[in-house]
């Protein structure tokens, strides 16, 4: 069915699902030629004016929150929510964001520092957005999800593979960022070790490796958005990252690049 058409059906029955996919489409195209001007203000790239701020733990739990949370409530409003590979992607989504939205955020030293209200807010918007579009589009949008044979897909196969393989270079990548503070520290450090040996911004190559995997995996469209939007918003902070390093060490190792090895 030519694109114009699947969109137009699909704006007839299910009208809101349709708009959401649509508007996180959108906002991935604004974000990305915004943060290719425009440092998003937090972490190192905080600075004031961009209004209120919060403790940067708590933004971290409010924002990513809603993720897990509109994901397993549309999930489990399903028929379908028990068959076996809408369970196995349940639990993908599940293992990286439960951790990610209730973990993480109290791992993180100097997570005293503030963050804008306004960062929380739009991702806030964005993860109930994208995890209730992706439960629905798996639970009830996806014939090919519900029969067992899509277990033996090589699509399916190779996107868990490559999701494992993201998973496991992000939280690496993140583990390595949170050693390199001593309790009560505050400041940065050149990291090393793992793809810090080839990469600025590691943590967002595998992160974006992780949900083409999971894009994969699910063959669904806003499976495939998301994997876009994760991918706009952490090219541009990724090539923001490196510039800050090289501005701020001296010794900063040359051949590393920002977000691809050997390439970007
Ligand atoms: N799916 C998405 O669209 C999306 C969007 C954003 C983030 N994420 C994920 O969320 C995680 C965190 O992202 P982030 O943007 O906050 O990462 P980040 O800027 O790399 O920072 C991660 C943590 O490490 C600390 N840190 C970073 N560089 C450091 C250095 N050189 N020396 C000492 N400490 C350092 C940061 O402290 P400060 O806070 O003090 O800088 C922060 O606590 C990543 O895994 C990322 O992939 C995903």
Redo the contacts with the bound molecule.
């Keep these: 069915m030519p694109i114009t058409e699947a969109f137009s059906e699909s704006l007839t029955t299910h009208p809101i699902y349709t708009w959401t996919v649509l508007g996180v489409v959108v906002l991935g195209i604004v974000s990305f030629v915004l943060l290719m001007f425009i440092s998003?203000p937090?972490?190192?790239?905080?600075r004031p004016g961009w209004g209120p701020t919060l403790n940067?733990t708590a933004l971290?739990v409010i924002m990513e929150a809603p993720s897990p949370i509109s994901f397993g409530v549309v999930y489990f409003m399903s028929d379908n929510a028990f068959k076996p590979v809408p369970l196995i992607l349940l639990g993908m989504y599940m293992f990286h964001y439960l951790y990610?939205s209730f973990i993480?955020p109290f791992r993180?030293?100097?997570?005293h520092?503030q963050?804008p209200l306004v960062t929380g807010l739009l991702?806030f918007a964005?993860n109930t957005a994208n995890g209730s579009t992706n439960a629905f589009a798996i639970t009830a949008l996806a014939p090919h999800l519900l029969s067992t044979d899509w277990l033996t897909d090589p699509r399916f196969i190779l996107g868990v593979i490559v999701f494992a393989t993201g998973y496991a270079v992000?939280?690496q990548?993140?583990a390595i960022?949170?050693s390199?503070?001593k309790p009560g520290?505050?400041?940065?450090?050149?990291?090393q070790g793992g793809l810090y040996r080839w990469l600025s911004?590691p943590?967002?190559f595998?992160?974006?490796v992780e949900?083409i995997g999971f894009a994969l995996a699910a063959w669904t469209v806003p499976a495939w958005v998301?994997a876009w939007?994760?991918a706009t918003?952490?090219v541009p902070?990724a090539f923001s990252?490196h510039r800050w390093?090289r501005e701020h060490f001296r010794d900063y190792p040359e051949d590393r690049r920002a977000i691809i090895p050997f390439l970007l």
Excluded: C, Q, V
Excluded at 42 to 46: C, E, I, N, S
């Design positions: 998003a937090y972490g190192r790239h905080l940067a971290w990610r993480y993180m030293r100097g997570g520092k963050k991702a964005f992000n939280r990548s993140d960022l949170l390199l503070r520290e505050s400041g940065y450090k050149i990291p911004s943590n967002y595998g992160e974006i949900w998301f939007f994760t918003n952490l902070r990252n390093y």
